[in-house]
């Protein structure tokens, strides 16, 4: 089972470093970026078949140890149920 | 089995960055064709950077012996005794391609690099220093690579809590494709407890400890030893990435591995990993050794014998451990959660052989590899172009409008202004033993449970040296002892990086000749041992090389912690001394460029004799507590060297200095030569001072008094600066903030 | 007074807490590793500064969650004092011992410089020896130390008095020039509610003697050692 | 239109973060982590009507600033196109 976390700042906290890439877009002339936020993603592979278990085991995971609920929200999304692969076409870097 | 050799032929073997000649001489050696590992084996052994074939026969000139010499070239790193049952460690090496590629990454790794080759000796790393240059600061590429060196090293740095307290950072259009990125360290030692990189000891086993082996950097040693060409950075050659946690990890666990008795000899796994730890350690003991590479630790599947002998992933070590204490080794490395495999033994037959899941892949006499690589002694030539550049006098050119706003300009230009913006990013204060924080000529720590101190300084102009190889790098010794005096110490040894293009082109080898010359010249006249460096070829780009650049890294010794100095007045009346000779030069001088644009001239001549002298009077006027401060006088002359002494300091002072009138003001201000240092002196103790300076026969003579807020310089008795420090300090702290921002 | 050093994988303030203690203060102190939940034989526990586990999720986030960390709730209720300095401070808040939290610098660089604090509760274990509005100087070495709570947490942090120390000027002004990195009313040291958890971003080991240049961290120990503040011979500062 | 932009270490890059934090999610109990890789994951909003154009902005954006080649590959994934959000519902952390 393959999933993906998202541990973001919550809304209202300021994106220091979001705003940073945003204005260095800016400077190299890319003025259409009208928001800009930073997070984490956790690319995830687990032991389990259940797609709810995976879910109900990777927001305890966020929980305890992932995010921090102070400044911190998360997301989960669950990308396969081990049969089919669900992931958007990757435009890879090269 | 997983894996299939190719066949190795002529056209592999040139791939793999050996000559025709080369290879015949591996089948001539061999008896027979070398099988791909083997191949691998020799690409990456007599690759430059591990066989300085170029630069060996230029190097032996270097001298290398002392009375306080515990370990001279040829180790993990020198050794030099401090007394009191201590030692201390020291190297410099360079990551200039790797951070040219990835600058966080390249310099973060060049910083584990070289604080592995120090804990590998049994020593506590206590200090980094690091030594940057980069091209026009107007480009958008120069500040996307400072702003990543400088964080890579404090990453790197800070995250293993090792302080970083010195170093520098100089600009030149010529370093615009090739920064150069030189890190030294130095540790802590008992003498009776140094450990070298020897496979002593027939029937030990050989243990791999550390991180996991992945595909990081195969070929690396190989790269840094090839020029870029056009389309390299589309290349992309796999980057290693540093993991300063883990080398936390690993080195607490080699210091308390070693302290048990049992490791006999480390050598860490960097630059062709386990190709060269394992061919080097046997030749240095006259033994062989013998391994087995399905137990190395791997994060990655799949990987062939040739990928895990050249694997350069990093915070990785190999030990020779004492036949009977495996398991005290084991449980250590365990404690700090680090794999520690045993992976081989020391063997008597001279081979290195080694098997995967007991298939031979590899058998060389370890010799072969390392103590038979070729040697060149390629032709040099001093280059026509030469002539016309040290032709130049820049006396020819128009005096300043204004010589206030001259200063101001020095003060700001990148290269002199304030560094601040880099170590502030550095923690340069753990291990709560640095003295003088980054800031000062020379950093100053204390050895703990002594009254010792050391002090720690790098140096390099390749402006002088591109001018006069000869000269200017004997200079740039001059200079690094010069800073080590002014601080109080005397200096112990030198570590060099030698930074230079192509040696196959006999301009630049000839530059390399001289420097090196230059270098023996001056260590010798101040009696200072070279106890271990690195040589850095090919630092060129579609055949532009940078600007010849030796960088002297040196430590010295305070015998009194107590007893040291800082470059900053403090003392409102106290009296302004210059000691040394009068001749200056504005040849390859800051000023000439920054004004003017050009890198030309002739250098003021170095006396070494005098230079000795003054150095040696300044220490003893800062031991004999005479000097409130001390300031050697390099990039922009006396005047930057006076706004200095005003303005580094936690509280600025102003001055007011008078001088003899000189050729042209511009030369007595901003002109550049060696031996001169401004020191300030308290009231009470000039009379002291005089006497000393008159029993030590050096040139000197008082200029000025400290106090007041301005910063006032007559020539000749006409008022040329007359400056508010606040003014000088605002150009000088944001110099390079602005340009990096 | 018996010190516990706490070690992380990762910790590099360990050794200077312990000179310092052991040296200049001449007091029992040992070292305590991150997996030994047993602190029964303390009276203090250091939680100093460095990078454990890397700090590479959140700075202090893996740490926070070690089973010695996991004894210290206990061991305060019990009457023992904790000193998290750095790296101890993002662990404190990291295990949800201090309330809030420490974020990545304003600047997104590490600061390591001197720094000035303002002195808001003097009457902690840890601050009795200083006066309320003194300004003591010391140095910080961090790149997550940009304190944050919400309006909520910020309000019972004042109204109990929790604040213990702000970044200021040389002369004690409150001001955003002199917050090095972003921090929250320029908030550098707080309390737990119960007055026995300190946590702050500065080294008060790093000026701790005259060789360092300072000495005002001195007060920090010496509040904690109490003899020589009841002496009065560091109230007079 | 909003967007995704991930940026993730190659594959056969040593991803330090990663790794320790797989490892501290099995100290705390978490053995079902069988991998796990850490990323960053930017949330744009940028003033585009078109998807494409979005896209190939983007990736841009990606070749120039945000991702360096030698290391890191990106991948985009358009989240919207102005009308109907489709972001996955989120699990807040707190
Ligand atoms: N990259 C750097 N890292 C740490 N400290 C630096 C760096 N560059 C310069 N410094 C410090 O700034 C001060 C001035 O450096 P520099 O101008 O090179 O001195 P000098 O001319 O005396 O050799 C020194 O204390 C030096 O150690
Ligand atoms: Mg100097």
Redesign the pocket.
Known sequence: MRARVFVTLKRGILDVQGTAVKRALEGLGFTEVKDLRMGKVLEVELELQDAARARSRLEEMCQKLLANPVMEEFSVEIVDNGTRPTLPERARGD | MTWAEPKVTLELALAHGLTADEYDRIIQRLGREPTFTELGLFSALWSEHCAYKHSRIFLRRLPTGGARVLQGPGENAGIVDLGDGLALVLKIESHNHPSFIEPFQGAATGVGGILRDIFTMGARPIAL????RFGDPAESKTRYLISGV?SG?SWYGNCIGIP???????FAPEYNGNPLVNVMCVGLVPTDRIIRARAEGVGNPVFYVGAKTGRDGIHGATMASATFEEGAEERRPTVQVGDPFTEKLLLEACLEAMATGAVLGVQDMGAAGLACASSEMPARAGTGMEIELSGVPQRETGMTPYEIMLSESQERMLLVVARGREALVREVFAKWELDAVEVGRVTGDGLLQVRMDGQLVAEVPVKTLTEEAPVYRKPTERPRWLDALVAFDPLTLAEPASCEQALLALLAAPT?A???W??RQ?D?QVGINTLVL??????VLRIKGTRKAIAL???GNGRYVLLDPYAGAAMAVA?AAR?LA?SGAAPLAVTDCLNFGSPERPAILWQFAEAVEGIAEACRALEIPVVSGNVSFYTETEGRAILPTPVIGMVGLLEEAERRST?WFKGVGDRVALLGPDAVSLGGSEYLWTLHGRVAGRLAPLDLTGERAIQSACRTAIEAGLCASA??C??GGLAVALAEACIAGPAPLGAEVALPPGARTDLTLFGEGPSRIVVSVPRHAQRHFEGLMRECQVAWSWIGTVGGDRLAIRVGGRSVVELPVAQLSHAWRNGLARLVA | MKFGVVVFPGTWSDCDFHYVISELLRQPVEYVWHRSPDLSEFDCMILPGGFSYGDYLRAGAIAGRSPVVEALPDFAARGGLVLGSCNGFQILCEAGILPGALMKNECLQYRCQSTHLLVENAETPFTRGTRPGQVLKMPISHGEGKYYCDRQTLRTLKERNQIVFRYCTESGDVTGEANPNGSLENIAGIINDEGTVLGLMPHPERAAEGAMGVTDGLLIFHSLLGGLVEAGSFLKR
Do not use: M, R
């Open positions: 220093l690091d030594s940057l400088v090293i970083t307290v010195g170093g520098e950072v100089a002199l304030s560094k601040e880099v170590w550095y340069h980054p800031g000062s000529d020379a950093a300084t790098t140096d200079e800073n002014c470059q300031h050697d390099s990039e």
